[in-house]
């Protein structure tokens, strides 16, 4: 798992490094506009987020998973994910005052047709990352979005700062796209050949088209509560609505995500046995679990005082909405990983018919939700993340024979121990009245308390783990003298 390891660090790092960046400047933006002017951008965003899908994803898996590519199959999917964007970039500009009339805000026309360059310029890099992927090589990718997101990151904060408003957040998106390619092209150092082979198109094709259309359902939906909020309700209560998911995102949603991106091509590795694939999952699930259900759950507790410190009190009505997405990412950790198996199995075919059994079933909840007004529209989340958590484990017992029940068992442990934190973190801040000392000292509470439970109780083997750390320190400190 040495690979993995190292997999996961340098996952991390590209995906924080940018993450982070882009989360100080939402805070500034956040500070200086209305919840508003935010949900305006949000709209623009939820076309973005759906295109990308399309453009990305796709041939990138469909090349990790054929284990007998070689240069002409990473040229044909280089030539065709270009003349892809130039299509796509194409429908989105003649439909961008289509979608500000929609919304009936005539600002998205040209927000929407400058961010929309993205697609063309993220294009140029979808075999680059692919042959990362590929070898694992998440060092490179690191590199790249670092230097990327903080010369962008500086742009996009001096633009903030001056008063540019939401272009703010456009320009620096762009720059860090732009700069991200740049450095990629450099780094890999692979030269297409230009070459397009329709037999190879073809072949590739049958894996990635069926990949492209779950991605793109799932996508499709994810987005779609933002798109009733903006439409049905308002712009502000978008915004609000946008706020409380990026708090989640910026936790647990991107180390799911981290982790998942390690994941998809070491199960590829495995993909002819099913018991391997089977532990290799159980272990990614439990070991992002072991993070991310103490930080759902410290979050979920501190949500008031993290909301007024870093956005102010106009946000406030941000901080149930918060509370609604922690428990939703619970069932998320394991539905995350359970959809890589489809990528390594190469069942693709599956991968759809659940994405369209699950996006059925949430039309008929959203329908009813929005009904009843927009908490029970953010409340009814949580049903289809529990509907959609055991459909997707159902298809993973039918892949390759891993039950449900092994999968909750692998994380119980972690779920009470993360549970029993969160009621010390809470207990204590009842006594506190001042928000910074709340998001201070319920953080160091809660990293000890949750601590000291997994070493008593050897959750996820962490006595061994911690013991080992320990081991390691005092070998240097020999080696030192």
């Known amino acids: 798992m040495n690979k993995a390891v190292k997999g996961v660090f340098w996952s991390g790092i590209e995906r924080f490094s940018t993450q982070i960046v882009q989360f100080i400047i939402s805070v500034i933006l956040a500070r200086l506009l209305l919840p508003a002017d935010f949900g305006i951008v949000a709209i623009t965003l939820i076309i973005m987020n759906v295109l990308q899908v399309i453009n990305e994803t796709g041939f990138g898996a469909a090349l990790m998973q054929k284990l007998d590519r070689d240069e002409l199959d990473f040229s044909t999917v280089f030539v065709f ?23 009936e805000q005539p600002i998205l026309t040209d927000l929407t047709r400058i961010l929309g360059l993205n697609l063309i310029i993220s294009s140029f890099i979808v075999v680059q990352r692919a042959r990362l992927f590929i070898k694992v090589d998440f060092k490179t990718q690191a590199k790249a979005a670092f230097i990327a997101i903080v010369i962008s990151g500086g742009v996009g904060i001096y633009c903030a700062y001056v008063g540019m408003g939401v272009m703010a957040l456009i320009i620096q998106s762009l720059l860090n796209n732009g700069i991200n390619t740049l450095l990629l092209w450099i780094f890999v150092k692979w ?91 159980l272990k990614f699930i439990q070991n992002t679990a072991f993070i991310v259900y103490p930080l759902l759950f ?91 958590f055991f459909i997707d484990t159902f298809y993973t017992k039918k892949q390759i024979g891993l ?38 000292i319920g953080s160091i509470i809660g990293i000890f308390v949750y601590s000291i439970v997994c070493y008593m109780c050897n959750v996820s083997s962490f006595r061994e783990k911690f013991q080992l750390i320990i081991a390691k320190i005092n070998h240097g400190k020999k080696n030192n003298y």
């Open 403 to 440: 039950t449900l029940l092994k999968q909750i068992k692998s994380v119980v442990a972690i779920f009470l121990a993360a549970l029993s934190m969160a009621f010390f973190v809470w207990f204590v801040t009842l006594f506190l009245v001042n928000d910074i000392y709340k998001l201070i």
């Open 191 to 281: 030269q297409p050949k230009l070459q397009f082979s329709y037999s190879r198109f073809t072949g590739l094709f049958k894996y990635a088209y069926k990949l492209v259309l779950a991605q793109l359902i799932n996508r499709v939906f994810q987005e779609m509560y933002s798109l009733v909020i903006g439409k049905v309700y308002s712009p502000a209560q978008l915004g609000y609505f946008n706020r409380a998911k990026s708090f989640e995102q910026l936790s647990a949603n991107n180390i799911y995500t981290i982790v998942g991106r390690v994941s998809t091509p070491l199960l590829c590795e495995v993909q002819k046995d099913n018991d391997k694939m089977g532990q290799v999952l």
């Open 298 to 388: 410290g979050m979920f507790v501190l949500a008031e005082p993290l909301i007024r410190v870093l956005l102010t009190d106009k946000w406030l009505p941000a901080v149930w909405i918060l509370k609604v997405l922690c428990p939703i990412g619970l069932f998320y950790v394991i539905s995350t990983f359970n959809r890589n198996v489809f990528n390594a199995t190469g069942r693709t075919d599956w991968a759809l018919e659940s994405e369209i059994i699950k996006k059925c079933i949430f039309v008929a909840i959203l329908a009813i939700a929005i009904y009843f007004g927009f908490k029970a529209l953010v409340y009814s989340q949580i049903l289809i993340a529990i509907i959609e």
């Open 81 to 103: 994910n270009i003349f892809l964007s130039l299509v796509l970039y194409g429908l989105l500009y003649l439909s961008a005052p289509f979608i500000a009339a929609f919304f």
